[in-house]
């Protein structure tokens, strides 16, 4: 049985930081290119980020290119979002996600591609 656990969210100032982990089990962890979505209330879920199988590739919306970074430790079965210069539109629900992809190297933009997901965790900025 896939589980996504996310865990790392909470309340910070604008300006500040944090760094979201999401534990995975039940898969071949370096098989899975990872992505990280947020939902905020009254909003469709949107891309953040994502990282390939191996770490190798990444790709991040353009709203967070810059201040976030996508990485991940296959070693663990985990992967991190650091989140800096946070501002108050980056309020949501953060959600993982893990798509089955067939080369290490692929990357995965599109929410209904994903496979599994995670339960998420809150991330409140205040200004």
């Known amino acids: 049985q896939v589980q996504l656990v996310e865990s790392g969210g909470g309340l910070v100032q604008a300006g500040g930081s944090l760094r979201l982990s999401c534990a995975a089990s039940?898969?071949?962890?370096?098989?899975?290119?990872m992505g990280w979505f947020r939902q905020a209330p009254g909003k469709e879920r949107e891309f953040v980020a994502t990282?390939?199988?191996?770490?190798?590739?990444?790709y991040y919306a353009g709203s967070v290119k810059g201040r976030f970074t996508v990485s991940r430790d296959n070693g663990k079965n985990t992967v991190y979002l650091q989140m800096n210069s946070l501002k108050p539109e980056d309020t949501a629900v953060y959600y993982c996600?893990?798509?089955?992809?067939?080369?290490?190297?692929?990357?995965?933009?599109?929410?209904?591609?994903?496979?599994?997901w995670g339960q998420g965790t809150q991330v409140t900025v205040s200004s």
């Open positions: 996600a893990a798509d089955r992809v067939t080369a290490s190297n692929l990357v995965t933009l599109n929410r209904y591609a994903y496979d599994y």
């Open positions: 039940g898969l071949t962890f370096s098989t899975y290119a």
């Open positions: 990282i390939s199988g191996s770490g190798v590739s990444t």
